[in-house]
């Protein structure tokens, strides 16, 4: 059973414009959320977090929405590089104090097209 | 400077041998973890530690074993490897439960 899901495989963006990157969670026991970025042969990045009891935090070209009454969050990043190319994973943490670690999704490939 | 390292980055192996890959850290952060990341399947959380000698389970733990001797140095063997271990590997580290994890770059195993 997946906690976290990231629906679209894949997102095609000019560079530019804004790209948004969804994801979906069934666990009302997660209290922080987080976005990685992954390039070929290396490891995964921290890119952006939020606590269960915000709804927004920004951190420059890239912002990331909470809506807690839909299990849904996002991540905006305005303007789009062609350095944004990756694939990112949105995570989860439950409230457990995080020994346990994070929850990943399956990740979206997002592609920045000139 | 990388605070954690793994090794080997890539090995080839054949089916039914034991295969060890180790995770180095120079931070001195309490939690390790290793993932595997597959097609598909993003990357799922295989065993963790909370302390020297402290271990337990993940979600994708079978077939796999891990030991933690030292805070430092956090193992992860495949005492038989099978081809559906063939995977690319991550070990990951956090400080006192901040959420935020840091990777190291990757062991690629191919089981043949």
């Known amino acids: 059973d997946q906690q976290v899901k990231q629906n679209s495989p894949s997102l095609s963006v000019q560079e530019g414009r804004i790209s948004i990157l969804n994801c979906d969670y069934t666990n009302s026991m997660f209290d922080y959320f987080l976005w990685y970025k992954k390039y070929p042969a290396e490891g995964p990045t921290f890119l952006i977090s939020?606590?269960?009891?915000?709804d927004k935090n920004e951190d420059g070209r890239f912002t990331v929405f909470l809506n807690k009454s839909a299990k849904h969050l996002s991540l905006h990043i305005v303007p789009s590089q062609p350095g944004d190319s990756a694939v990112y994973f949105c995570?989860?943490?439950?409230?457990?104090?995080?020994?346990?670690?994070?929850?990943f999704g399956k990740g979206t490939h997002l592609i920045i097209q000139p | 400077d990388a605070g954690i390292t793994q090794s080997p980055r890539h090995k080839v192996t054949e089916t039914g041998t034991p295969v060890t890959l180790r995770c180095h850290q120079t931070e001195n952060h309490r939690y390790m973890y290793w993932y595997r990341q597959d097609p598909g399947h993003g990357l799922r959380l295989i065993h963790y530690?909370?302390?020297?000698?402290?271990?337990d389970k993940g979600e994708v733990s079978d077939g796999y074993s891990v030991s933690r001797s030292k805070t430092e140095d956090f193992l992860l063997t495949l005492e038989s490897a099978t081809s559906s271990q063939t995977s690319v590997y991550f070990c990951?580290?956090?400080?006192?439960?901040?959420?935020?994890?840091?990777f190291g770059e990757g062991s690629r195993l191919t089981v043949l």
């Open positions: 995570a989860a943490r439950l409230f457990l104090g995080g020994a346990d670690g994070l929850t």
């Open positions: 990951a580290m956090t400080g006192a439960g901040t959420g935020e994890l840091f």
């Open positions: 530690s909370y302390g020297v000698k402290d271990t």
């Open positions: 939020i606590s269960s009891i915000k």
